[in-house]
């Protein structure tokens, strides 16, 4: 099955076969800024599976080795690359076409939740990047 996703003018748009590999809410500081956001959901696919299309995002090498992807022309953020996640592709779920069908299955970095954001879900919740300890999902 093909999913598809796009920005908020739709110029920028993405789409992706196969499964999802991981979803989840990103608690840290650099994901909050970046989307002025009290918290970011993402889901990941093996970059062999996904594809760009419409006009080619912008990038922004926000650390070495980490891209952010943009639509250049009404700035939503869309996807997240970085050499410590070989092989994959991070997407944000709002990007989704149908992002009311989006499950996340766990919190990462929730050492980093603001104190005011109220949570009452029962999903795992982690104190770092992955729940492999190593800062990497398998893609």
Request: hydrophobic share 30%; net charge negative; glycine share 8%.
């Amino acid at each position: 099955m093909k999913r598809h996703g796009h920005c908020l003018c739709k110029k920028t748009r993405w789409a992706f076969t196969g499964e999802i590999t991981w979803s989840c809410y990103c608690h840290c500081d650099d994901c909050r800024r970046n989307c002025a956001a009290p918290i970011v959901a993402w889901f990941g696919v093996p970059l062999k599976n996904f594809e760009w299309f419409g006009d080619t995002p912008k990038s922004y090498e926000s650390s070495p080795g980490i891209f952010r992807h943009f639509c250049e022309t009404c700035g939503t953020q869309m996807g997240f690359e970085a050499a410590h996640y070989p092989g994959g592709m991070h997407l944000y779920a709002a990007t989704f076409e149908d992002p009311e069908n989006f499950e996340p299955t766990f919190h990462v970095n929730y050492q980093s939740k603001l104190p005011w954001l109220e949570l009452h879900d029962e999903l795992e919740k982690f104190d770092g990047r992955f729940l492999d300890g190593s800062g990497s999902p398998e893609y």
